[in-house]
Every structure is written in structure tokens, then in C-alpha cells.
């Protein structure tokens, strides 16, 4: 089992481009979430999933969109990046948003 | 706000002595889970409490919950280099969502 993945593990932005990015599981998990990650801010969450085709708003949901077309694949659009964007993005899977969490490896992402 | 705040936010300790962390939260919750973070990695899960449980032991990990103060603690016995690390309390707060806490900075010296 591959766990949680996510690409790309760097990505460097100019302000206003958009981009997605990608957490796939094969854990058959039906929650999913993602978070991002500032320094001295802890885990923040920005939407989850509790199962395909079903998402909602987490604590900093603003500028970002989620889909959920398959029970794998949880992907996080940037709409139009700005450099508040500037963060670690990580993406979690669990049979249930009260279960053990497995973590993707992160992304860096870096909005100029 | 943060549903879990952790206490202290850095605890640096000499190798072998025992460090506690503390995380506080302000809402009932179902359960309360631990993770580590190790410095540019994922988070990893090391222990879930739930509610009905006042302690859980796993390996030197002993986890409490204090439902009545809102408050749970780690403590890592006979710490290792190796436990150098972050470490978050997380809380569900309802509506299927779990929220972290900021974490504690734990640096264990040789």
C-alpha cells in the first residue's frame, strides 16, 4: 500500500495562476481532508470529505475549492493564488473524521 | 480559535529524563488523538484516547484525559534523540471535523 500521496512535493506560484493539487489514498478511507500547515500556527483545516461526491468547509476555506468524484482522489484547487497562500498543504485519510488520520507527505507550495 | 491549545510550546530535556505535554480544549468531545511531526515530514499518528478513558499506555507513550478540566497530557518516559520532534493534540469539534492545536516543539539533548 501506498498510503496517502500528494504532488507535487514543491511548486513555486506567481500571484493569480491557479493550480491543483493532487492526495490520492488506497486505503479505501472514506474521510478525507485537507490542511495547511504556518509556522507557528499549527494544522488548519480547510475542507473535508466523508465520502465521494461529498465535501464541506473547514476553518480556513476561503480561495480554495475541493472535489471528491472517486472514493481515492481528494484534490485542492488554488483559484487564484495569492501569497497569504504561502504554506505546507497536507492531505489526511481515515475510515472516519474521529479515526487515526494518516498523512500525506506535504506540499511546499510558495506564491510569489 | 484553536480547539486544543498544547503547553508548553517548546520543552527541550536531556536523553533519558521523561517530558510531558499538556493540550487543553473547550468544547465535549468524542475522543482525543496525539500525533508526532518530525521536522519536514507528515504527521503520525502515536495514540487515540476516547472520552469514557482516563489513561492509554502505548509502548513509553502514557496518555491521560481529564474530561472535567477539558485537559489531556503525554508523557514520554526514557526519552531518545529519536523522540525529537512536534507533537499536536487533536480534537473533534462535531460536525466531523478534526482541528489540531498548535503543537509542542520537543528537542531532546544528547
Known amino acids: 500500500n501506498a498510503g496517502v500521496t500528494q504532488t507535487p512535493k514543491f511548486q513555486v506560484l506567481k500571484t493569480g495562476q491557479s493550480m491543483t493539487l493532487q492526495c490520492a489514498q488506497d486505503m479505501n478511507h472514506e474521510y478525507m481532508s485537507w490542511y495547511r500547515q504556518d509556522p507557528g500556527m499549527g494544522l488548519r483545516l480547510i475542507h473535508y470529505s466523508v465520502g465521494a461526491g461529498i465535501t464541506d468547509q473547514g476553518e480556513v476555506p476561503n480561495g480554495y475549492n475541493v472535489s471528491r468524484s472517486t472514493t481515492e482522489d481528494f484534490p485542492l484547487r488554488l483559484l487564484s493564488a495569492a501569497p497569504s497562500q504561502t504554506s505546507v498543504y497536507f492531505c489526511a485519510s481515515a475510515r472516519g473524521p474521529w479515526n487515526e488520520q494518516f498523512f500525506g507527505p506535504g506540499t511546499r507550495l510558495t506564491v510569489l | 480559535s484553536q480547539q486544543g491549545e498544547e503547553d508548553p510550546q517548546a520543552l527541550s530535556i536531556q536523553e533519558g529524563e521523561n517530558a510531558t505535554m499538556n493540550c487543553s480544549y473547550k468544547?465535549?468531545?468524542?475522543?482525543l488523538q496525539w500525533y508526532r511531526q518530525n521536522s519536514g515530514r507528515g504527521l503520525v499518528h502515536l495514540i487515540l484516547?476516547?472520552?469514557?478513558?482516563r489513561e492509554k499506555h502505548s509502548g513509553r507513550l502514557r496518555v491521560t484525559l481529564d474530561t472535567s478540566k477539558k485537559s489531556s497530557s503525554l508523557l514520554i518516559t526514557a526519552s531518545r534523540a529519536a523522540d525529537t520532534a512536534s507533537y499536536f493534540c487533536a480534537t473533534d469539534v462535531g460536525e466531523q471535523k478534526l482541528v489540531f492545536g498548535q503543537g509542542t516543539r520537543l528537542t531532546i539533548n544528547p
Open positions: 484516547i476516547r472520552s469514557n478513558e
Open positions: 468544547t465535549s468531545i468524542n475522543n
